[in-house]
Nanobody, 125 residues
Framework: QVQLVESGGGLVQAGGSLRLSCAAS????????MGWFRQAPGKDREFVAA????????SYADSVKGRFTISRHNAKNTVYLQMSSLKPEDTAVYYC??????????????????WGQGTQVTVSS
């Protein structure tokens, strides 16, 4: 069983930056593919970014490409989401997720095995 704990959310003005962290338990973190998703009120959960098991491959939603960067530090069992040039439409609860298979990048929420509890990001205009 893997537990994921997100942190780093908060309130920021448009144009600002935040870095989200997701700390994972377990000894096999480095082999897991990891992803970030978000869900705004009244909307479905949507893919934001993903990174392969050993960090060699990343993928981003078009809406965040060029503004967000996903990375991982396997020795710290942590995955990050650096968010820059934030917009009010980025406001959502952000979730990290882990896929045990670790093959490539995973963009479909249904493919992930473990989820964190989420952290709120609010971008004011």
């Amino acid at each position: 069983q893997v537990q994921l704990v997100e942190s780093g959310g908060g309130l920021v003005q448009a144009g600002g930056s935040l870095r989200l962290s997701c700390a994972a338990s377990g000894h096999t973190f480095s082999s897991y593919a990891m992803g970030w998703f978000r869900q705004a009120p009244g909307k479905d959960r949507e893919f934001v970014a993903a990174i392969s098991g050993y960090g060699g491959i990343t993928s981003y939603a078009d809406s965040v490409k060029g503004r967000f960067t996903i990375s991982r530090h396997n020795a710290k069992n942590t995955v990050y989401l650096q968010m820059s040039s934030l917009k009010p439409e980025d406001t959502a609860v952000y979730y990290c997720a882990a896929d045990r298979r670790g093959i490539g990048v995973v963009v479909a929420a249904g493919e992930y095995d473990y989820w964190g509890q989420g952290t709120q990001v609010t971008v004011s205009s």
